[in-house]
């Protein structure tokens, strides 16, 4: 019954995974001849506001930010920091990959002779609501993540991409504890249930996942721009 229990957990978590999306589009991008190959590439974390960020609607999430004694606002700008500050992390090491020196940078984007500096700003921050995912699944509560993201060389946009990275569609414990009630043991399907949401929220449920995603997504976007300019050959 255990191994039962496990596999059928993983199995709810692949769900959530495989059904999460991300989609990056280019929406402006050099025409000119080659561009020199950059010796750094600087990732500024993407600018957020407040009125930017929808935190989390579910009741759990209201009670703990009124424990702390934070006001929204302070909540907002903390998710919005920690969403970018994945976001740059995620993003350093896709370009890494690549073959080319990347790093996180502070403050106004700025450059030095041919480095490339990679910033811009998010259009919408969701938590979605937790509640909603772990009770009902498929969609429900879902987080979302929309970011402009601009690459300059020179002073210039060279590249300019949008990025929306959802979270996936996994089932809520309602749907898992109908079928383990369906087979008649209620406290079996009880704890598949809280497995599966949980390890769920734990894989992918939330704004930082959505925008790891996202960064992944950019940087496969930029591999081609950077192909196309001759900075790495594949």
């Given at each position: 019954?255990?191994?039962m229990?496990n596999?059928l ?19 402006r991008?050099?025409?000119?001849g080659?561009?020199p ?7 500024y ?5 407040p ?6 609607g579910?009741?759990?999430?209201r009670?703990?930010?009124?424990a ?22 995620h ?18 984007p700025r ?10 700003h998010?259009?919408s ?8 995912r ?6 429900a ?10 690459i ?41 249930s809280?497995?599966v ?11 930082e ?5 996202a960064?992944k ?6 591999e081609?721009f950077f ?8």
């Amino acid at each position: 019954m255990r191994s039962m229990m496990n596999a059928l957990a993983v199995g709810g978590v692949c769900l959530l995974m495989g059904c999460a999306s991300t989609d990056v589009r280019t929406v402006r991008t050099d025409i000119g001849g080659l561009l020199p190959r950059p010796n750094r590439v600087l990732v500024y974390d993407l600018a957020v506001s407040p009125e930017e960020v929808k935190l989390d609607g579910g009741i759990s999430a209201r009670a703990i930010g009124a424990a702390k004694g934070s006001s929204r606002t302070e909540q907002e700008i903390a998710t919005g920091r920690s969403v970018a500050r994945a976001f740059s992390v995620h993003l350093v090491k896709e370009i890494r990959k690549l073959g080319l020196n990347a790093e996180r940078a502070a403050g106004s984007p700025r450059q030095s002779g041919d480095d490339v500096a990679i910033a811009g700003h998010f259009l919408s921050i969701d938590e979605g609501n937790r509640s909603e995912r772990v009770m009902i699944g498929l969609g429900a509560g879902r987080t979302e993540v929309q970011a402009e993201v601009s690459i300059y060389q020179n002073g210039y946009v060279v590249e300019q991409l949008e990025a929306d990275a959802k979270s996936g569609r996994k089932p809520g414990a309602a749907e898992t504890m109908g079928a383990g009630a369906a087979a008649g043991n209620l406290a079996a399907s009880a704890a598949l249930s809280a497995g599966v949401a949980g390890a769920s929220e734990a894989f992918g449920a939330n704004v930082e996942a959505d925008a790891a995603r996202a960064a992944k997504e950019v940087a496969n976007k930029l591999e081609a721009f950077f192909v196309r300019e001759g900075w790495i050959n594949y």
